[in-house]
């Protein structure tokens, strides 16, 4: 269960004892809280992006080599961050005949080296696109929403977009915290707003930085429970 930041104000009081939280208002409360939503959320999107996980289609206009993002056109919001790009044959739904492939990154400076080739011509994309073949595409993010690829797609090419959205502020009291997700990491944003507030009071509580330290390596050792299917590492060893 979603907690929300009633419920996590009412913890930390109790983890604190209520020493030292009688004098803490009700915007400072807010405040509070919505740091640690936000220190956690950003946490766990860096180890484990699977929970906002979102995903949607974007066709590529005539002749241009980026599209804003956040136009109303395409996600209509900033991304916090672009997870995945892949290229489709079409915009019907994936099938064995409509398998996605994964275009790689670029950095922005680098768009030139997959635009044209040594020789100084313009490199193409390969079309139509057959089971065997991999997609030239190279992508880039500028200034969070500025998507770049290269080299140019032809018009109508269709590419779904794995993109985690920006976190929502929080601003009433029962506005739930990481965006209703996650649930199992809610104790982890009262573990952390109860040792910020500790910190303002002197570090009164030694028990609530242990509580904190604990929650910190847990968080961090979530990404290596995530599943992820990618190239493994190959050692050669001679016999």
């Given at each position: 269960m979603a907690l929300t930041v009633a419920n996590v104000k009412t913890q930390v009081q109790a983890l604190m004892?209520?020493?030292?939280?009688?004098?803490?208002?009700?915007?400072?409360?807010?405040t509070l809280i919505d740091f640690a939503d936000d220190y956690v959320w950003r946490m766990l999107v860096g180890v484990n992006p699977d929970f906002w996980l979102?995903?949607?289609?974007?066709?590529?206009?005539?002749?241009?080599?980026?599209?804003?993002?956040?136009?109303?056109?395409?996600?209509n919001t900033k991304p916090y961050k672009i997870v995945a790009l892949d290229l489709l044959q079409s915009n019907a739904a994936v099938s064995t005949t409509n398998l996605p492939m994964r275009c790689g990154p670029m950095r922005w400076d680098e768009r030139a080296l997959y635009l044209v080739r040594d020789d100084g011509i313009y490199r193409s994309s390969i079309?139509?696109?057959?089971?065997?073949?991999?997609?030239?595409?190279?992508?880039?993010?500028?200034?969070?929403?500025?998507?770049?690829?290269a080299p140019i797609p032809i018009a109508g090419?269709?590419?779904?977009?794995?993109?985690?959205?920006?976190?929502?502020?929080?601003?009433?009291?029962?506005d739930t915290i990481l965006g209703g997700k996650a649930d199992a990491y809610g104790q982890?944003?009262?573990?952390?707003?109860?040792?910020?507030?500790?910190?303002?009071?002197?570090g009164s509580n030694p028990q609530i930085g242990a509580l904190w330290s604990q929650w910190e390596t847990q968080l961090a050792a979530t990404g290596a429970d995530r599943q992820v299917a990618g190239p493994k590492r190959v050692k050669w060893v001679r016999w």
């Amino acid at each position: 269960m979603a907690l929300t930041v009633a419920n996590v104000k009412t913890q930390v009081q109790a983890l604190m004892d209520t020493q030292g939280t009688a004098a803490v208002n009700s915007a400072e409360w807010l405040t509070l809280i919505d740091f640690a939503d936000d220190y956690v959320w950003r946490m766990l999107v860096g180890v484990n992006p699977d929970f906002w996980l979102t995903e949607t289609r974007v066709t590529w206009p005539s002749d241009v080599d980026n599209i804003d993002l956040s136009s109303v056109s395409y996600l209509n919001t900033k991304p916090y961050k672009i997870v995945a790009l892949d290229l489709l044959q079409s915009n019907a739904a994936v099938s064995t005949t409509n398998l996605p492939m994964r275009c790689g990154p670029m950095r922005w400076d680098e768009r030139a080296l997959y635009l044209v080739r040594d020789d100084g011509i313009y490199r193409s994309s390969i079309t139509p696109l057959t089971a065997v073949d991999r997609p030239p595409y190279r992508f880039a993010l500028k200034d969070s929403a500025d998507l770049y690829i290269a080299p140019i797609p032809i018009a109508g090419t269709v590419f779904q977009v794995g993109y985690i959205p920006p976190r929502a502020t929080l601003t009433s009291t029962s506005d739930t915290i990481l965006g209703g997700k996650a649930d199992a990491y809610g104790q982890a944003v009262v573990a952390y707003a109860a040792w910020t507030l500790n910190n303002r009071k002197g570090g009164s509580n030694p028990q609530i930085g242990a509580l904190w330290s604990q929650w910190e390596t847990q968080l961090a050792a979530t990404g290596a429970d995530r599943q992820v299917a990618g190239p493994k590492r190959v050692k050669w060893v001679r016999w």
